[in-house]
């Protein structure tokens, strides 16, 4: 590229460098502040004292979520269910989302599949049908109630099958005159051609199962099965409850708060862990994951 | 398009019968495809239409011991649940709160991310641009719940007044905002109607800018560099070349995806707006999921807030069909 | 290769999907006939919980295996958490699943199912009540009586079992005591005096908002409320019977009694005194009120005044002091001074579903349990756990084991109980940490379990002071107090009452928040009537014919 040192470039340069400089701060601020609350003292975040870095720095926080609380083993359950529906979800999407891309010549009652598919996208029967059907099969407090009704997401499928549809028919058609069957074709060509697609819907996929906690809540009773999201739901909500619920004349869950001293960094604390493991996966599916969202996005 | 066309018209002529023959026949040569669809399909059977069922109760005055299909039909030949929405007071309201906050969504997120992605994309130093990707979708990966807590902590404010010494009980943007004589009083940003749509809006463009911008960063890492430097050669500025070269070849995708994004108007979800909401900002905050919501988890009124669902899923149809028929024509592509 | 995984997870999920799990999770509990013939009642048991406490996860423990050998019942519990209570238990009945136990509900909530046919009556009449659970009724005494009245549905039956309060009066006017002595000021009686001494304050901490509060609106707002003669929980009741002047007012807010109470707030408002979050503000952040003294007067608990003080003591401050107070504030003082009496009874439940009626006896060997548990030796029981293992008697007292339970937990004391018993007694009260203790290690969860020693002193004493100060002031100071009138819904009553309540309170709580900060002034006309025009169009006019309606046929009714 010709190097451009003109007045206009340099200025502009400058532009775009203040620009992104701010938005970096105002992207990174608030995700510093919460870990800051999370490592400094109470009284200090009572006093109004932080502003952005640590005061009165402790780990007393993090010593409460990890020895009395239930956030460890949600933790642990958060990442079981992340890995095992991300499993799940990309092996059906996958192959559900192949056969819709081929051409309507090679795929049989592909029209009514495809209706099949798209009328979800907006009717949703809505808790008490769901949780009958969840209820019936059996499902009821097990990671499966969790994992299997949002399996496919109608969007993800469709981001994949457009993947699918970018790759050139050309390409299958060479494969058919050397001899290759529709399996072949399947797992030798098209997965190893889809990583980028794959890493992408995977992500999705992980990041939605990661931060749900609604079915968690409607579907499981044993709290040792709970996610960390309904975990940190409940810290967050339990201040909010037991102001109303004082109000209505019971102030046990005051009793509970008062209990603790440092309900508010601890709340810090447990939404710091959270935002931590998405930090650290991200990196490693970055490359293939911009790539994947190039095709997904612009077809879908 | 003119085969398809035709296509359609063979079948036509053939008749029923001979399409499913047709599509029999495939169906043998291609056992594989249907079989890798099996999976899938049974999902989409067990897990949404089996359920969906479950809609009838819209047009049920719906006694849980009886169970939907026991329960009997509602009043108004089973439409008065949706009379009864569409005779609620606050009803436009609500749809027009939904749409104000969809429409404010696109106004603001849309522009913006593009920008960034110029942005980006005009940065010199590889290194630096790998960064302030990866930094500006970090907030993407912040659940709801979690960006809740942090806004009603920054917004916050008791009222204290400019003079006092200390801005301890003010969040911090109003303590910025004190400090440097803008207000001369603290303002409960949360609190207050007037200020609902901008917060919800801002950390929506907090959380998702990042985010969008990658579709078009990912477009225009493909621009072939010649074309830049054809027009360097030809005199143009940077900002010509943005407009001129850039932006043209990220047009049809913000087509589309400006197009998908009319279509999900009305489907605005609850989460954020239950969070960021308070009785005091209903005005402006109470959106049709949120109302539902509060109708059927908060009364236990699921016959009702199942008809404002399908009301509300019926108008997204026609919105969504509207939409993919703009898109097919303006870009040759479409959502199916 | 790959295709083969593929279709051996697909394969593995659909099977997985019908073998996983072990049914719903409320069938309801079936009953048998046990080795020594003996018939066993299982039961499904929601019973909501709050905190981390820890259960034993068997059935084999102290309290499940007293339940089977005296009481032939089995619980299968449901532990939910507050948080997460209304929406799983809707689900539950609305999807005909409901547990045969349900606890931590409303009264609201269980009127509702009641209506719906799905809840089985404890009691057809307060006469079968008392022959049905003596020692239940006992607990509650000569008010019993009229706790039935209350808590009863339309068709006069009783479909839950209210919990005796241990509260009697507890909320009351809390304020800097150190910066009034500073000051010279005493705490005000009327409205007026109230802005005077907002005055004199302001003008020595004119940085300094005077007037805060961590209950949120509903209890924030409370001690303005009575200062204008309406009751605590008008905002939930919408409706009270005003004893002084004797009449029914169906809906107090849209009330010149509540346009003069906004305009009072407009003006504290606008003279900074309000803080701009009293409408939402939660307990961390008043904390921090207190640690700038930016919070010298609020309405609140009488017990939290310690709390407080602590809070306002920090970072090297010292000699800040909390003070609860016994003085109201009233804007008519000729007419008298509004305080809040709690209401007579909590309303956790349990209820019992129509499932227990299924079975012959089902119902009736819960009630005979939940009976025992009212009496003396059942709250020891579900207090101190099981003599010889957790606890011992001295003199007739009772002494736990553990010589941390003792500082902790009420005393039995030559036979008698020493502390009155059974506050929310009804739910688990796994947030105080001895309970979770034996909850834990016995698996007994501490319903009727008598009140520890340490509430007692922490706060049961404050609060018996305050009671008796306020009830003391009835005879000298013109105090009264507004009490819950029963009202009877019929089913299709109930449910317009909940559409219009829900309806009016959008509106209203809109409106509070204009009037008190925002773009409309109360004094003025026209923003006034704007208001209520508004109200009508949502059904004010209809609910005031409803309530006024239901009022009076309640009444009759009672009155026959």
Redo the contacts between chains.
């Keep these: ?2 190097k ?1 040192t ?1 007045l ?2 340099r200025l ?2 400058v532009i ?1 460098f203040i ?2 400089l701010l ?2 701060i ?3 601020y ?2 510093i ?2 870990f800051s609350v999370s490592v400094s003292s109470s ?1 200090a ?5 932080i ?1 952005f870095l640590p005061v009165d720095f402790t780990l007393s926080a993090y010593k409460v979520v990890f020895t ?3 956030v460890p083993r949600s933790f642990v359950n958060s990442v079981i269910y992340t890995a095992v529906y991300t ?2 979800s990309l ?6 989302a ?3 891309s ?1 051409s309507s ?5 592909k029209a009514f ?2 209706v ?3 009328v ?14 969840v ?1 019936n ?9 969790l994992i ?5 997401s109608t969007y993800n ?2 981001v994949m099958r457009s993947f699918f549809q970018s790759v050139p028919e050309t390409l299958e058609e060479a494969a058919f005159i050397d001899g290759a ?3 072949t074709i ?2 030798k060509i098209m ?1 190893p051609l889809s990583k980028a697609a794959l890493a992408t819907v995977g992500l999705f996929y992980g ?1 939605y199962m ?2 749900s ?1 609604f079915s968690a ?2 579907y499981l ?1 044993d ?1 040792s099965k709970f996610p960390l ?1 309904l975990i ?3 810290i ?24 603790s001293v440092n ?2 960094t601890v ?1 810090y604390a447990t ?1 710091f862990i ?2 931590i493991p ?2 650290i996966v ?2 490693f599916i ?1 490359k293939h ?3 994947g ?2 095709v997904g ?4 | 398009m003119a085969s398809k066309a035709k296509a359609v018209e063979k079948k036509e002529k053939v008749g029923i019968s001979a399409w499913w023959k047709t599509e029999l026949r495939k169906a043998k040569r291609s056992k594989f495809l249907l079989l890798l669809m099996l999976p899938g399909f049974v999902y989409y059977i067990i897990f949404h239409y089996v359920p969906m069922g479950g809609l009838l109760i819209a047009f049920k005055d719906f006694k849980p011991a009886l169970g939907i299909l026991k329960s009997p039909w509602a009043e108004s030949f089973g439409f008065e649940h949706f009379i009864r929405f569409l005779q609620t007071p606050d009803m436009l309201n609500y749809v027009w709160n939904t749409i104000a906050l969809s429409l404010l969504n696109i106004v603001w997120l849309f522009p913006l991310s593009i920008i960034l992605a110029l942005f980006i994309n005009e940065m010199r130093s590889m290194k630096m641009k790998k960064i302030v990707q990866t930094i500006s979708y970090l907030p993407h990966f912040v659940s709801v719940a979690a960006i809740a807590g942090m806004i009603t902590l920054f917004l916050s404010s008791q009222g204290t007044l400019a003079s006092a010494g200390s801005y301890a009980n003010e969040g911090i943007l109003n303590q910025l905002l004190l400090k440097i004589g803008v207000i001369d009083q603290g303002i409960a940003f949360l609190d207050n109607p007037a200020y609902f749509r901008t917060i919800y809006i801002a950390s929506d463009v907090w959380q998702g800018i990042g985010w969008s911008a990658i579709v078009y960063i990912a477009a225009l890492s493909g621009v072939d560099q010649e074309l830049y430097e054809a027009a360097t050669l030809d005199g143009a500025t940077r900002v010509q070349k943005m407009w001129h070269i850039s932006v043209q070849v990220i047009r049809p995708t913000i087509v589309i995806l400006l197009v998908m994004q009319i279509g999900k108007i009305m489907s605005l979800g609850s989460d954020k707006a239950l969070l960021l909401q308070r009785e005091t900002t209903y005005e402006k905050s109470q959106i049709l999921s949120t109302y539902i919501y509060s109708l059927g988890i908060g009364k236990g009124e699921f016959d009702y807030s199942s008809a404002v669902g399908l009301f509300n899923a019926g108008i997204n149809v026609i919105l969504v069909l509207i939409a993919n028929f703009i898109s097919k024509k303006m870009t040759e592509t479409s959502l199916f | 290769m790959k295709k083969k995984n593929l279709l051996k997870i697909g394969a593995f999920v659909l099977v997985a999907s019908t073998l996983a799990g072990c049914g719903g999770i409320n069938p309801p509990g079936k009953s048998y006939t046990d080795e020594d013939g003996r018939k066993i009642y299982t039961y499904n048991y929601n019973m909501y919980i709050q905190g981390d406490t820890t259960y034993p996860e068997t059935n084999d423990n102290e309290f499940d295996n007293m339940l089977y050998d005296d009481f032939g019942i089995v619980f299968n519990y449901d532990r939910i958490a507050r948080t997460d209570w209304e929406t799983k238990t809707n689900t539950y009945f609305a999807t005909n699943d409901a547990p045969d136990i349900t606890t931590g509900g409303k009264e609201t909530n269980y009127k509702g199912w009641a209506n719906q046919q799905m809840l089985a009556p404890v009691a057809d009449s307060y006469e079968d009540l008392c022959e049905k659970m003596p020692n239940y009724v006992k607990l509650f005494g000569d008010s019993m009586e009229e706790v039935y009245n209350l808590a009863a549905s339309s068709d006069g039956k009783l479909y839950y079992l209210p919990s005796l309060r241990q509260e009697k009066a507890q909320m009351c006017w809390l304020y800097r005591k150190d910066i009034f002595d500073d000051l010279g000021l005493e705490f005000p009686e009327t409205t007026d005096e109230f802005l005077e001494v907002c005055r004199v304050l302001k003008e020595k901490y004119p940085d300094k908002i005077l007037i805060s509060s961590n209950g949120q609106k509903t209890s924030s707002l409370t001690g303005f409320f009575q200062a204008f003669g309406m009751p605590e929980l008008i905002l939930s009741r919408n409706s009270f019977y005003d004893p002084k002047d004797e009449e029914f007012v169906a809906y107090a807010m849209a009330t010149d009694d509540a346009r003069d109470m906004y305009i009072f707030m407009r003006e504290l408002n606008d003279l900074n005194y309000l803080d701009k979050e009293i409408l939402s503000l939660e307990t961390d952040r008043f904390s921090s009120r207190c640690a700038t003294d930016n919070a010298m007067i609020t309405y609140n608990y009488v017990y939290n005044a310690e709390g407080f003080t602590t809070k306002t003591n920090v970072n090297g401050k010292e000699g800040g002091l909390w003070s609860p107070t016994d003085t109201m504030i009233t804007a008519h003082p000729e007419k008298g001074t509004v305080f809040k009496k709690d209401p007579l009874y909590s309303d956790y439940g349990p209820a019992f579903s129509t499932s227990c009626e299924s079975e012959e006896g089902k119902l009736d060997a819960v009630l005979k349990y939940f009976d025992w548990a009212a009496t003396p030796e059942g709250q020891v029981y579900h207090t101190y756990g099981v003599e010889g293992e957790s606890f011992h008697y001295e003199d007739a007292s009772t002494v736990a084991d553990d010589p941390g339970y003792e500082e902790n937990w009420g005393v039995m004391k030559d036979g008698k109980l020493v502390v009155p018993v059974v506050n929310d007694g009804w739910y688990d009260m796994a947030n105080n940490t001895k309970g979770t203790k034996i909850a834990e290690a016995l698996g007994i969860p501490s319903m009727f379990g008598k009140q520890p020693k340490k509430f007692w002193e922490d706060r049961g004493s404050k609060i018996e002071d305050l009671y008796q100060s306020f009830m003391s002031k009835t005879e000298t100071d013109n105090y009264y107090y507004i009490e819950d009138i029963p009202m009877r819904y019929t089913s299709e009553e109930e449910s317009r009452y909940t559409d219009l309540a829900t309806a009016l309170a959008t509106k209203r709580d809109e409106y509070m928040a204009r009037f008190i900060f925002g773009d409309m002034d109360p004094a003025d006309d026209n923003d006034w009537n704007q208001y209520i025009s508004d109200m009508n169009r949502v059904g004010l006019q209809d609910f005031v014919d409803l309530q006024n309606e239901v009022f009076e046929r309640t009444q009759a009714s009672l009155g026959e």
Excluded: C, H
């Design positions: 590229m010709v451009d003109s206009s470039s502009l340069d775009i620009t992104l938005l970096m105002v992207t990174l608030p995700i502040y919460i009284t975040y009572e006093a109004g004292l502003r009395a609380g239930t499993v799940v092996a059906l999407t996958t192959t559900m192949y056969p819709l081929r010549s090679r795929v049989p009652f599949f495809s099949v598919v798209v979800t996208m907006f009717f949703n029967a809505g808790i008490a049908p769901n949780y009958l059907v209820r099969l059996g499902l009821l407090d097990s990671m499966w109630a299997l009704p949002s399996a496919v499928l469709v069957n529709e399996i399947f797992t997965l990041v990661w931060n906690w809540m409607l009773a709290s999201q940190i739901r409940q967050i909500m339990q201040n909010q409850m037991a102001a109303e619920l004082a109000a209505m004349g019971d102030t046990s869950m005051q009793d509970a708060l008062g209990e309900t508010e709340k939404l959270s935002v998405m930090v991200y990196p970055q994951f911009v790539k969202v190039m996005g612009v077809k879908g």
